[in-house]
């Protein structure tokens, strides 16, 4: 059983995807921390996430032990994520090991749920549940700015509003997987849903779906 859950940065699809796999104890792999350890290691090596040697480069030298960085949830680890994911070679590079992950999930679970935004069109396109989760852009940038003042950090909620369109420009008009619901996935319009909301949403789904 593969779930694929794909959408913009903070539309809530990785705490939905969390709770499904929790739910099914389906395995789970946030892909966006790939993308995001790969620009890491670029800054870190003091190099251009934009440049494609470099970016490559430590696409090969990924090890999953780098995906629980704390750094990667940072802005910083964000922006490079977005300007490696753009590179064709970059995303080559990394798809065997989530086609894997998704074909036999760890520990021998019985299924796997996967976010990101190329889950349900490039990585599982015979995903068994593809869902497409979205909200308003100044709801995303709203939930996110509320997220970093509650983590006692400096937010500015205009910059994280720029921040996240810019985000979202980058992602959907890449001619490399763009972020783009697949045509047989269902969208969950979370704008004005709470996550038990979203949650019961996607299992009314997926129990139909899957009966
Ligand atoms: O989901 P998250 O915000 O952690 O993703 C960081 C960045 O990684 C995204 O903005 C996107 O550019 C890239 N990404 C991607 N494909 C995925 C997951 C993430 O291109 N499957």
Do not use: W
Request: glycine share 6%.
């Amino acid at each position: 059983m593969i779930v694929a859950v794909d959408g913009p940065a903070a539309s809530g699809k990785g705490t939905l995807a969390r709770r499904i796999a929790a739910h099914f104890q389906y395995a789970y792999l946030d892909t966006g921390k790939i993308y995001r350890a790969v620009g890491q290691s670029v800054l870190t090596a003091g190099r251009d996430p934009e440049n494609l040697e470099a970016a490559l480069q430590a696409a090969r030298a990924l090890d999953v032990k780098d995906l629980a960085n704390p750094e990667l949830s940072s802005d910083t680890a964000a922006v490079a994520a977005s300007k490696v994911a753009a590179l064709e070679p970059v995303r080559a590079a990394l798809l065997g090991f989530q086609k894997e992950f998704a074909a036999s999930p760890p520990e021998g679970m019985a299924g796997a749920v996967l976010d990101g935004r190329d889950i349900g069109t490039v990585i599982c396109p015979d995903a068994h549940v593809k869902l497409f989760v979205t909200a308003d852009v100044e709801e995303r940038a709203r939930r996110r700015h509320k997220e970093l003042l509650d983590n006692g950090e400096a937010s500015i909620y205009s910059r994280v509003l720029q921040a996240l369109k810019d985000r979202d420009a980058r992602d959907s008009n890449r001619s490399a997987a763009p972020l783009k619901a697949a045509s047989d996935a269902i969208v969950i319009d979370t704008t004005a849903m709470n996550p038990d909301e979203a949650f019961a949403t996607a299992l009314g789904f997926i129990q139909k779906h899957t009966d």
